[in-house]
């Protein structure tokens, strides 16, 4: 049985499943995917992030936990800065100013209900880092 794959770009940290670990630029390709999804989808909750409060529990909803899509193979993990780089990206689409110092800001990897919520709306699960590793299709590498 092959081993999925793991690898870090740019802060993000992705696991694939083995049946897509055909090579590594599938592999970075996958990464590069799921965080434009991601990113895509942030900026799709438009009004809601001109709500600090939001902004806040979202990053720390992102930061640090495992991010997956229904229907996208694999997770990512972002790490405090890419987590903060993903909401000022977000807000920036809404002409909103952005964040700086949210990265290590306190409360990375907490799931506040009103973040869940939305991360539940732009189709997206967060879950506690390292669940996907007790999953059989994800191995640590």
């Not at 001109?50 to 993990?77: F, M, N």
């Not at 790490?79 to 689409?93: F, M």
């Amino acid at each position: 049985m092959m081993d999925s794959k793991s690898i870090a770009l740019r802060g993000v940290r992705v696991r694939i499943p083995p049946r897509a670990c055909r090579s590594l630029t599938l592999v970075t390709a996958a990464a590069d995917t799921l965080e434009s999804i991601l990113i895509e989808d942030v900026q799709a909750l438009r009004d809601q992030l001109r709500d600090e409060g939001l902004c806040r529990d979202l990053y720390r909803a992102l930061a640090s936990r495992d991010l997956t899509k229904p229907g996208t193979p694999g997770h990512i993990t972002l790490s405090w800065e890419r987590a903060e780089d993903v909401v000022n990206l977000g807000r920036s689409s809404r002409a909103l100013p952005q964040f700086q110092g949210l990265a290590g800001s306190g409360g990375e990897g907490e799931l506040s209900d009103r973040a869940r919520q939305a991360l539940e709306e732009i189709g997206w699960t967060s879950s506690p880092e390292g669940t996907q590793r007790r999953d059989k299709r994800f191995r640590r590498s």
